[in-house]
């Protein structure tokens, strides 16, 4: 059964913008369905149109059945609404249930005066309808939506007011999700998010009763959730089937496709022009002539979609001064906040060595942007030494991108930030996608995507070895965020970076830390490793490795093979990290440095086994997937 059907759709923006061109969709009850589109594309206007909370100029929608659609507000907790406890706002998700949890204590007061049989079955009945609605647990969901979200309970009785903008969007998600309608309207729900809040917000959305429609930039999450894809462009909507990557694979063949028919239908009107310049003035041939141009007049134009895209233009691979061997070090660092006597982070020891592409990950407020702007020094610790090695050019980014001037247009801001002149500075800029007049915007009209593309540009040509980015994909698109993936890849300086974006992570990062505790943990290899570590972690107790699956009597073929693989792989990597450690040991000692070939050995083969721990990883992480599902 459909929940919602949308048709024909058209949308104007200013008068003279359309935004939405003849866009038409349909959500089935139960289906998860991911919403993807270039920045501008009019995402977020269709979701406004589908919630009814915006009119279409042109087309209908339709709610089969009376279907229920819920989608977060904009305008958050402002006025009256901002003085209710977040657990007041929560728990007004369960209204109908609260109401017959009211009623059920007035009965029972009556009962005790006058318990007859009437009254009894009375409270009979709707004892039962409470139970059925789930009325014995909406607290303690409530509470765990709240936990997992990352809101502590000493946090529960403060005014949703008085929290942040990124912490009230936190708080409608947990009540959009609580109240289940027939169809969840999420716009970029995992922004504000921990990656600890975002793994069970997918887990939620994957096991939720009602139909999802999400827009997200997070590529991971859309893989995670996703049974279809939509895709808007050029104001219209094309359904893909599978999730993101199966979007991906689909896409790309579609637009090979379209390619080559592009070529032949540009080689065939070629053609006919050519015979018509050449024979419109013959005699012989000018009835001819006409016909093919009636042909050519005909004849639809098909665009190459190649030729249309416009793509960020990021060069990251030049040449960068080099650095010292150690680029960044803290240690021993303690810092509080002037009006906190509880430390953030405590004796806290990190060396970021040249080339490296250091992530730090963590919960929300735990410090991690803090530990940035002690290595810019922008703050000053109150005990322990922060330092940068030799000959170290820092660029730094911060969330905020509170460095440019709200004051000053596009092209004044760099040429200001880059001592660029106004023509290179309109060149560099209009491979960020400034073009025209866009340079003459001030800075403070901007987006949040051109924000950050504006600060990425003056980062490109600050020549810069050292790069200290906090979350450097907010706002842009996905294409974006692959263009900046790739320039980073080719970047030949050191990278220090926040991220919750799970795959540029696994794309980028080469080493992990964890802030926990007020401390890091260190996890000696990218993404993958961390996350298969983490998940040892998790299964150990008392300082053992969670008990290994083995293969059984009684296991299917496929059971035992998988079975069998998962053994042989985590024999290799205790026997991998073994080895590691060994060599670790050995490079510790100021002995092996006497020895220039075997110190070179020994650095070549630790290098090569953390490749090959990484690797073994990722695989074991696949095959413990695959025995989950299996029930393993």
Known sequence: MKVIVASNLVKYHGGDLKVLSGATLSIEAGEKVGLVGRNGAGKTTLLEILAGNSRPDEGSVEYPGEARVG???????????????????????F??????????????SQLSDDPSD?????????????????????RARAASTLSSLGFAPEDWKRPVGSFSGGEQ??????RLLLEEPDLILLDEPTNHLDLQAIEWLEGFVKNAKSAVLVVSHDRYFLDAVSGSILELEDGGVNRYTGNYSRYVEEKKARSEQLTRKAKANADRRAQLERFVEKNRAKASKAAQARSKQKLLDRMEKIDDPGSRSKNLKLDLGGETRRAGRVVMELEGVRYAHEDSNTPLLDDLDLVVERGERVALLGPNGTGKSTIMRLATGELSSQEGLVRLGNNVSPAYQDQQLARLDDRKTVLQETMSATGLDAPDARELLGAFLFSGGDVFKKVSALSGGERNRLSLAEIVVSGANLLLLDEPTNNLDIPAREALEEALLEYRGTMFFISHDRYFLRKLATRIVELE?????????????????????????????????????????????????????????????????????????????SDGKRSRQVVTEHRQLKGVLDGLYKDWGQLLEEAEEVGL
């Open 118 to 138: 009437a009254l009894m079955e009375r409270y009979g009945r709707l004892q039962s309808e409470f139970e059925r609605y789930g009325g014995y647990d909406y």
């Open 169 to 174: 969007s936190r708080v409608a998600l947990a």
């Open 517 to 593: 505790d007020k401390k890091l943990a260190n996890f000696l290899g990218g993404y993958d490793y961390y996350r298969a570590h983490r998940r040892l972690d998790d299964g150990t107790k008392n300082g053992k490795r969670r008990p290994r699956r083995r293969v059984r009597p009684g296991q299917s073929k496929e059971e035992s093979i998988l079975a069998s693989r998962l053994v042989a792989v985590e024999g290799e990597i205790d026997a991998t990290e073994r080895r590691l450690a060994r060599l670790e040991k050995e490079l510790a000692t100021s002995e092996l440095y």
């Open 95 to 108: 209204e109908p249930i609260m109401r017959r949890e009211k009623e059920l204590e007035e009965l029972g």
């Open 71 to 93: 989608m977060t507000a904009q305008k958050l907790y402002a006025g009256e609404r901002g003085k209710r406890s977040i657990e007041e706002e929560i728990t007004s998700a």
